[in-house]
């Protein structure tokens, strides 16, 4: 799977929310994501870009794979994500093998479909609110034309500048507010 996301630092959300819906968005949850990322012992995530990370969310968990960034303009990257029964029994799996929990990254994401695209309004624990454009496609799927869309419904929703492409993890670390 290839992750096709461009997220922004947005300022008010209930604005952004009527945006999303005047342009035929369709509510599909509202979770409460508790993520924990991990660092590997053979080589620095921070350095190579990728990410391990297990997920809460809903009464569910989900284990995840992140691959370096492939563009200069996004957050698009490969992405292997499965359910896992246990979160507990998942961290000790890591952390037997000799991965090390980074950090805690706790939001309140709203959930949005628009059209192909999944727009996530998420709100994280000292950080502040940020919207995010996705759209998932299958590995080797040419993926410029979803990030020209994504920019374009950006531009619709009236966001034209303020794109991060830094981690809600890196955000944290830094201390961005
Ligand atoms: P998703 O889009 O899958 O719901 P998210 O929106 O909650 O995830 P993002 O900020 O988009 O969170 O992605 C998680 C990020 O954390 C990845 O960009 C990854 O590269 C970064 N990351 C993971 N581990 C580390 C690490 N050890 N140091 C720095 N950054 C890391
Ligand atoms: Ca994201
Ligand atoms: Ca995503």
């Known amino acids: 799977m ?35 990322y991990f660092n590997a012992p053979h ?6 870009d990728e990410a391990l990370r297990i997920r809460r969310s809903g009464g569910r968990t989900f284990i995840t794979y992140k691959g370096p960034k492939i563009d200069e303009e996004s957050k698009t990257r490969k992405e292997l994500e499965t359910e896992v029964a246990d979160p507990g029994t998942a961290a000790e799996i890591l952390e037997s093998l000799g991965f090390r929990m980074v950090r805690e990254v706790v939001k309140e994401r709203r959930i949005y479909s628009v059209g192909e695209f999944t727009v ?15 759209r998932d496609l299958p590995d080797g799927s040419d993926y410029a034309g979803a990030l020209r869309e994504i920019f374009e419904l950006y531009r619709k929703l ?10 809600y993890l890196e955000l944290l670390e830094l201390g961005e507010e």
């Open 120 to 134: 996530s309004i998420d709100t994280v624990m000292g950080l502040g609110t940020y919207l995010e454009i996705e």
């Open 158 to 167: 009236g966001i034209e500048d303020g794109f991060e492409r830094r981690s």
């Open 2 to 36: 290839i992750e096709v996301e461009v997220k922004a630092k947005i300022h008010d959300r209930d604005e952004m929310v009527d945006r999303i819906l005047s342009l035929g968005g369709v509510h599909v949850s509202e979770e409460e994501q508790h993520d924990l």
């Open 43 to 48: 080589r620095d995530f921070a350095r190579t």
